[in-house]
Each structure stands twice: as structure tokens, then as C-alpha cells.
């Protein structure tokens, strides 16, 4: 079955405690992009990659890394978490965009509940 | 900036009653434009797409129609269900510069039965 894996489904941490949640996809995507839901914001892009070894920011990169060693894989780091850092996070995969217009479809993992205390 | 903006919700409506969820957008150049449906505790799924002006994206019932004179996607559903309450994103991606999505704000639909 296709689908995009995010692990852990629910976390609680403290602030300045380093965590990673992990992402994983089965159906060979190249671009690969995390985001976080809040209230009132809707989904704001985090990070993306269009492929091994290419990472770029979106619009709220700040207090998060990620990585792209491995085709499947698109763990998001958080180094020291603050508070400010507590939101839904969702990671999507979606075929490479290619020549020309983009217009590939995302899917989309259930989803991580961050809390930072 | 390129962004794209949606009706505040919740709405709330009867089961059969007609649906319409505003989006309009702002983006240079020609961007595809996309809703997506979020049901409780799941991630986002694809509901509709359209790619170019004029275009109608089709899915379950629902429609949205490119419209690039209006710049907008707006969402219609002839006859809603309790099964379509969710939240409801309109989207678009670039098509020149970066591979960015730009989402709304999400508008939340309950439906009574």
C-alpha cells in the first residue's frame, strides 16, 4: 500500500530536549516537504527536498533541520525545542515535478502532535 | 507574495443543503490550484485539481472551476452528507522559481444530519 509514514503519532518534550521525527515513503518520490498546522494559519511549509541530498527552506524553517541521506527518508530535527514549537506536523511526498508546469499531487502522513512544555 | 485566501468558517450546514467554499488567490505566472480535505485525526488527501483556465476539477460531488479573470477555485457541492464534514484547504503551487505549496487557512464544514 502507498503511504507516507510518520512516527511518532503523539510526542511530549521539554524545552531544549533534541528530537527527531522521522518520515518514510514506499512509493519512490523524489520531492519530499514537511509542514505544521496551527489555528488560524493553516499549513505553513517547513522544509522540502527535491531529492537525495537537496534540501531547501519554506517559509518557517527556523528552529528546524532536516535531512535527505536516503531516498525514502526525511527526518525533521528540532534541536533545542521551544514552546512556540508545540503544532501538528505533517510530512508529504509527491513524483518529481519534471520539466515544465508542476501540478503533482502530495500525499500526505497522519500526522505528528508535538508538545513542548 | 503569492498567497491564497479562503471563507473563515465553520460552516455549518443540513445534510442535502448546497455547499460553497470561497478561495481566491494571488500568484505570478500560471499556478495549478488544488483542494484537499482533511477528516478528523488523518493527514490531508487530494480531493480536486485543475491545472489551467477554465479548468474543473471534479471529485465525490464536489466541483471548483479555474477562473482566472475572478482569480479564484471556489468549492461546490450540490448536496452535502454528515460523511463530508472535515476541513477543507485550497492550494496552489508555483510553476517557475521554487516547488512550494501555498495552502489557506482551511475552512472547517459540519454537516447535521
Known amino acids: 500500500e502507498a503511504q507516507v509514514t510518520q512516527n511518532p503519532r503523539y510526542l511530549i518534550t521539554v524545552t531544549g530536549k533534541k528530537l527527531t521525527v522521522t518520515c518514510s515513503q514506499n512509493?519512490?518520490?523524489?520531492?519530499m516537504s514537511w509542514y505544521r498546522q496551527d489555528p488560524g494559519l493553516g499549513l505553513r511549509q517547513i522544509y522540502y527536498s527535491m531529492n537525495v541530498e537537496v534540501t531547501d527552506k519554506g517559509d518557517v524553517p527556523e528552529g528546524y533541520k532536516v535531512s535527505r541521506k536516503e531516498k525514502r527518508n526525511f527526518p525533521l530535527i528540532l534541536e533545542s525545542p521551544s514552546p512556540n514549537q508545540t503544532s501538528l506536523y505533517f510530512c508529504?511526498?509527491?513524483?518529481?515535478?519534471?520539466?515544465?508546469?508542476?501540478?503533482?499531487?502530495?500525499?500526505f502522513g497522519s500526522g505528528t502532535q508535538l508538545s513542548v512544555l | 507574495g503569492d498567497s491564497v485566501t479562503q471563507m473563515e468558517g465553520p460552516v455549518t450546514l443540513s445534510e442535502e443543503a448546497f455547499l460553497t467554499i470561497n478561495c481566491t488567490y494571488t500568484?505570478?505566472?500560471?499556478?495549478?490550484l488544488f483542494w484537499y480535505v482533511q477528516y478528523p485525526g488523518e493527514g490531508l488527501q487530494l480531493l480536486l485539481k485543475a491545472t489551467k483556465a477554465d479548468d474543473k476539477g471534479s471529485n465525490k460531488g464536489f466541483e471548483a472551476t479555474y477562473r482566472k479573470e475572478t482569480t479564484s477555485f471556489h468549492l461546490e457541492k450540490g448536496s452535502v452528507q454528515v460523511s463530508d464534514s472535515a476541513v477543507y484547504f485550497c492550494a496552489l503551487t508555483l510553476t517557475s522559481g521554487t516547488y512550494k505549496y501555498i495552502f489557506g487557512t482551511g475552512t472547517r464544514l459540519k454537516v447535521l444530519a
Open positions: 508529504a511526498s509527491s513524483a518529481t515535478p519534471g520539466q515544465g508546469r508542476w501540478r503533482e499531487k502530495l500525499f
Open positions: 512509493m519512490n518520490h523524489e520531492y
Open positions: 500568484a505570478t505566472g500560471y499556478p495549478s
